[in-house]
């Protein structure tokens, strides 16, 4: 069993209590709505100032979350290679394993790939730090989306707090380090590849 | 699903094209003359895009689309929202106001969207393609 392994029982025990709050709970889990609504706004932040030097700045925010995005990606896959714990769900301990298996049940559904770290917190916490290092108002929504999502998986019983704080910062951490150490080393690629952007009129 | 998933972020992508695309004053993308009647569409895209995805059917299922077909899904529908949005602007803009023929100077690769705030994205092609002609004469 994961440390703070107590705190999935005493979350998982708010479900089923209040529908309405289990129903947004499912939205917010889901597999699809926080990463499009996080694409949605790096999309907008791509293209939505009108001065050219500062649009550039956030473009180049983007570049660097999405670059981030790809090696937590890769660093949540190799450290998947290693069976930390189980699921919830899956775990000896019958009073979690039961709570975790209703509130999974009723929330979102029974996953069945590594639960350490958290994919889901790693790329949206990679994304909200490396837009948020470009542009704080910006980060900050993302930063909000990235924790509901989190937040909402920890509910739905399918994820130990300690798989999500892993999973964030792992995203932090590696979207700190390609922002601030990698990307400024990698030039002039990236300054050349928005000039190949820029000829195709998307950037 | 996976069909399902392009649309809502084509349609959504879209709607956001709309929305970003005011305060930028990238002209050239703009489907409508009023700002507001703009920014509306744009609001009802978006919203109207996620109200179809999860009324359509159940979404927390096991996932049927794995997340690097997410990514290549997104990356695909955002392009091709980009082009419809830049072809529809550019035909509507074409027929109500008479724009697309400016010739717009500068080096493409250093104006990039710059050139939409003066003329559409087919209108922007014609330039460049007219200006290499100049070039070459």
Redesign the interface.
Same mark, same amino acid.
């Given at each position: 069993m994961p440390p703070l392994s107590g705190w999935t029982l005493w979350i998982t025990g708010f479900v089923g209590k209040a529908p309405a709050l289990d129903q947004a709970m499912g939205f917010l889990a889901n597999d699809f709505f926080v990463p499009v609504a996080i694409g949605l706004v790096m999309l907008g932040l791509w293209l939505g100032h009108p001065d050219p030097f500062r649009r550039e700045q956030f473009q180049r925010a983007i570049i660097n979350a999405s670059a981030a995005i790809g090696i937590a990606t890769l660093v949540v896959r190799i450290l998947n290679l290693y069976d930390f714990w189980p699921r919830p769900f899956l775990v000896a301990d019958t009073v979690i394993r039961e709570s975790a298996t209703y509130a999974a049940q009723v929330v979102f559904y029974l996953p069945h790939d590594p639960t350490f770290p958290s994919n889901a917190a790693a790329i949206s916490f990679a994304a909200a730090t490396g837009i948020w290092l470009g542009n704080r108002k910006a980060g900050t929504v993302l930063y909000i989306l990235a924790f509901l999502w989190v937040f909402a998986r920890f509910y739905a019983g399918i994820h130990f707090a300690i798989d999500l704080a892993g999973g964030a910062m792992i995203g932090v951490v590696t979207s700190v380090m390609i922002s601030k150490v990698f990307m400024p080393r990698t030039e002039p690629i990236p300054t050349l590849a928005l000039k190949v952007a820029r000829f195709l009129y998307i950037a | 699903m996976a069909l399902d998933?392009f649309v @809502?972020?084509f349609l959504? %992508?879209v709607g956001?094209?709309q +929305? %970003?695309?005011i #305060?930028?004053?990238?002209e050239g993308l703009w489907f409508f003359k009023h700002q507001k009647v703009q920014y509306l569409f744009g609001v009802l895209a978006?919203i109207g895009a996620?109200v179809w995805?999860?009324t359509d059917e159940e979404?927390?299922?096991? #996932?049927t689309?794995e997340?690097a077909q997410?990514l290549v899904l997104?990356l695909g529908a955002? +392009?091709g929202a980009?082009v419809a949005t %830049?072809l529809l602007a550019s035909i509507i803009q074409a027929k109500l106001r008479s724009r697309g023929s400016k010739l717009v100077k500068g080096k493409?690769?250093?104006?990039?969207?710059?050139? @939409?705030k003066t003329t559409t994205?087919f209108g922007?092609?014609l330039s460049s393609l007219r200006k290499t002609r100049e070039d070459e004469d």
């Open positions: - | 998933y @809502l972020v959504a %992508a956001v094209y +929305i %970003a695309s #305060p930028a004053g990238l978006v996620f995805f999860y979404r927390n299922i096991q #996932p689309v997340g997410q997104f955002i +392009i980009y %830049a493409q690769h250093d104006l990039g969207m710059e050139t @939409l994205l922007g092609i």
